[in-house]
């Protein structure tokens, strides 16, 4: 399975991995070392915290259920697919935060639906790694001013 194609991290995604891992992002060699250790679920709840999203909501975001998001303790780590798809979401609202300039106009932007994207809701697309590169192929898309 590929991984999504995102450019460098930038200062904004740097700064809310800090904030939800706990580490500093260098380069993708942290993204992988990360992802095979394990992101805990006490990070994953931070960063849903970070989102202002229900468990509920964020779980729709996963390639995993609820129900599973909540056997685990706190310290319990997903395996390294799940870990690099959470932090592969940290990337994708690191780069809408940029985008936008804030995190609360990202989060308005990814609960609405987008011509672009069929009429989904960006948020429904990302549980997929296909949704979620079209996802950041439209930011990049408004970034730059070219709407579809």
């Known amino acids: 399975m590929e ?3 995102i450019k460098e991290p930038d200062k904004k995604t740097a ?25 805990t679920k006490g990070s994953l709840m931070a960063f849903v915290r970070f989102l202002n999203f229900s468990p509920e909501q964020f779980a729709q975001m996963l390639p995993i259920t609820l129900r599973t998001i909540q056997r685990y303790s706190s310290k319990q780590k997903f395996n390294p697919a799940v870990s690099e798809h959470i932090i592969q979401l940290v990337f994708l609202v690191g780069k809408g935060i940029e985008v936008f300039g804030s995190l609360e106009r990202f989060i308005r932007w990814f609960n609405t ?27 990049g898309r408004i970034e730059y001013g070219v709407y579809a």
């Open 3 to 5: 991984t999504l194609i």
């Open 15 to 39: 700064e809310i991995f800090k904030k939800i891992f706990h580490k500093q992002l260098n380069s993708y060699l942290d993204v992988i070392e990360m992802s095979r250790e394990g992101i």
């Open 113 to 139: 639906p987008s011509k672009a994207l069929g009429g989904n809701l960006p948020c429904n697309l990302v549980s997929l790694k296909t949704g979620a590169q079209m996802v950041i192929d439209e930011l």
